[in-house]
């Protein structure tokens, strides 16, 4: 990976649904649905990597997420 990248985890999934800058891509490790937006150009059934910055990562109660990508579980 370029190191112009920096820190990140990267989740291999599927897509399950998408819609212009939207995504619902399920993990493969867990199973888990995650909500990704921004600019793709992905459809359902696509093989892809989540890319998590920790630095951008925060926890809230059910609820009450106000980021756009978002995990719950």
Request: net charge neutral; aromatic share 2%.
């Amino acid at each position: 990976m370029a190191s112009f990248v920096g820190n990140c985890n990267f989740l291999d999934g599927k897509v399950v649904e998408a819609s212009g800058q939207d995504a619902k891509v399920q993990l493969e490790a867990t199973g888990q649905l995650v909500h990704a937006t921004g600019r793709m150009d992905v459809h359902s059934g696509d093989s892809v990597s989540v890319a998590v910055r920790p630095e951008r990562v925060s926890i809230a109660s059910a609820g009450h997420c106000r980021r756009v990508s978002s995990a719950s579980g």
